[in-house]
């Protein structure tokens, strides 16, 4: 069973940054897709970013946070981070980190089996 544990959440002013880590574990040897996904209250839950654990880290971004957040990972400790720059209101959210050993490269909850609690980011304006 694969775990994941998520933190760096917490308030941060508009124009801020925060850092989200996501500790996750192996469950197969194979490649893997590990993605940051958000949701808000009464809405979809939305990618926001994708890396592929093998292959180099292919990355994918939603369009909305391209250019201002990056998606990393440490293979050696099995940590995805995302680091993200210029926060708006709108960024807020409870991020999610999941993990899916699915083919494909939707950035699409339905394609993730894995998940964290999720961690609060509140941006204030």
């Known amino acids: 069973q694969v775990q994941l544990v998520e933190s760096g959440g917490g308030p941060v002013q508009a124009g801020g940054s925060l850092r989200l880590s996501c500790a996750h574990s192996e469950a197969f040897d194979k490649n893997a897709w590990v993605a940051w996904f958000r949701q808000v209250p009464g809405k979809e839950r939305e990618g926001v970013a994708q890396i592929s654990t093998r292959g180099g880290g292919v990355t994918e971004y939603d369009d909305s946070v391209k250019g201002r957040f990056t998606i990393s990972q440490d293979n050696v400790k099995n940590i995805v981070s995302l680091q993200m720059n210029s926060l708006k209101s709108e960024d807020t959210a409870m991020y999610y980190c999941?993990?899916?050993?699915?083919?494909?490269?939707?950035?699409?909850?339905?394609?993730?089996?894995?998940w964290g609690q999720g961690t609060q980011v509140t941006v204030s304006s």
């Open positions: 999941a993990k899916t050993y699915r083919g494909g490269r939707v950035l699409d909850p339905n394609r993730y089996d894995y």
